[in-house]
C-alpha cells in the first residue's frame, strides 16, 4: 500500500463544503461537526512534547488529540486538520497504519499529500470560500477573529482566495 501520489485538491474542497454550506455565518464549529461525524475531540497536555505537536489522530479509537496548551486558534486549526485525516484518509491509513505519523509542528506537508491534503481541508472547513469571498477585503486579524483562527492562517487563505 503506497500514499496518495499527489493532493486531490477538488476533491477536498468538495468534502470541506459538504460539511460547511449549510453554515451562513462564522465561525465554523468544527468540533462539533467532527463530533457529530462520530469523532471524539480530547484536549491533553502533551507535557515535554507540548511545543512539537499540535495533535493527532487516533483512528482506532476514533479521537482526534489535541494539544491544550494551543491557542484557540491553533487549536480549532488542529481539529479540522485532524478531523481532514479522518474524513479523507481512514481507509489508507486503517489498511496501512505506517503511512500516518504524528508530526513535529511546523513542518512543511509539502512531499506528503496526506498533510496537504488536510492543511487545505482545514483552511476550507474553516474559512469557507462562501464566507469570505464577501468580506475579503477585510483586514486579516479583524477576519481571523470573526472566523475563530490565527491571523496567519487568514493571511494563508486571503492569498488562496
Known sequence: MTGLAAPRWNFVRAKARELTREYSSPPIPILEIA???????????FGKHAS??????DFGERQI??????????????IAHEFGHWMLHKEFFDRDPELYAVLPRMQAPKKNAFETEANLFAAESLVPTH???????AGAAQLADIFGVSREMMENRLKNV
Open 65 to 78: 488529540v489535541v494539544n491544550d496548551f494551543d491557542n484557540f486558534g491553533r487549536k480549532m486549526f488542529t
Open 131 to 137: 464566507l469570505l469571498q464577501p468580506v475579503k477585503n
Open 52 to 57: 512539537s505537536i499540535a495533535g493527532f489522530c
Open 35 to 45: 463530533e457529530q461525524n462520530g469523532v471524539e475531540v480530547v484536549f491533553a497536555d
